[in-house]
């Protein structure tokens, strides 16, 4: 079956420091990778998508994830970690076909320490 | 509103009864889905529709489970006879077109729960 995985519940980092949410993925063919992050009280934000082409995608608030087909990983990563960055971070991923169906990670829950 | 509207945002209700969750996509989107999250796990899918027509209802856990999306904007999620483990947060979600490359924009969800 096509799936991602989160291997971390829980991430704890400095503010300030290099963040990353790990993911993992088994999906046939060259898949569609998505991360997307919920703050408390608010619906599913999008922050970036990898489809094809360049193996680093750069999203929004200055979030970025490495496609890594050797690793079958698509980790998120911040240079440096803000307060306002903890949240829960949702990896997501759809089938190569253009399948609209999305299966997401459990989530990792990220927390960012002043 | 300029996101995805989902009501009620609470709905308690209990075994055996019937249960419309509602959603009012961004306008113009053409895509909607559902998805159903329960505690502490991710969102899991249930139905896409495309226009007015349902192009995956691969997700539907059984017959109990229906949806419409009659003008091809508002949707409703219709759930008969709820039981205990239909408690979970419903998410509605939309999208320009539907491409399966494109975002989501998710609404808040509705938070059901069945005693």
């Known amino acids: 079956a096509q799936s991602v995985a989160q291997p971390e519940d829980q991430v704890n980092v400095a503010e300030g420091n290099p963040l990353t949410v790990k993911c993992t993925y088994s999906?046939?063919?060259?898949?569609?990778l998505f991360w997307y992050v919920q703050y408390p009280n608010r619906g599913l934000q999008f922050l970036l998508k990898y489809i094809t082409g360049d193996n680093l995608v750069k999203g929004s608030y200055g979030f970025e994830a490495e496609f890594n087909k050797s690793q079958t990983s698509f980790h998120l990563k911040k240079p440096s970690a803000l307060v306002s960055d903890s949240a829960l971070y949702f990896c997501a991923g759809s089938e190569p076909t253009g399948a609209n169906n999305l299966f997401f990670g459990t989530g990792t829950r990220l927390t960012v320490i002043p | 509103g300029a996101g995805v509207s989902q009501t009620p945002s609470n709905k308690v209700t209990e075994k055996g009864k019937y249960v419309e969750l509602r959603c009012d996509p961004i306008s113009g989107h053409t895509a909607l889905y559902w998805y159903r999250q329960s505690l502490g796990q991710g969102p899991e899918f249930l139905i896409y529709f495309q226009g007015t027509g349902a192009a995956d209802d691969s997700g539907l856990p059984n017959d109990r489970f229906f949806a419409v999306r009659p003008e091809g904007s508002v949707s409703t999620l219709k759930i008969q006879r709820t039981e205990r483990g239909d408690s979970a947060v419903y998410l509605c979600?939309?999208?320009?077109?539907?491409?399966?490359?494109?975002?989501?924009?998710f609404g808040e969800g509705s938070r059901l729960t069945v005693l």
């Open positions: 999906v046939s063919g060259n898949p569609y």
């Open positions: 979600a939309s999208s320009v077109s539907g491409q399966g490359t494109g975002e989501l924009f």
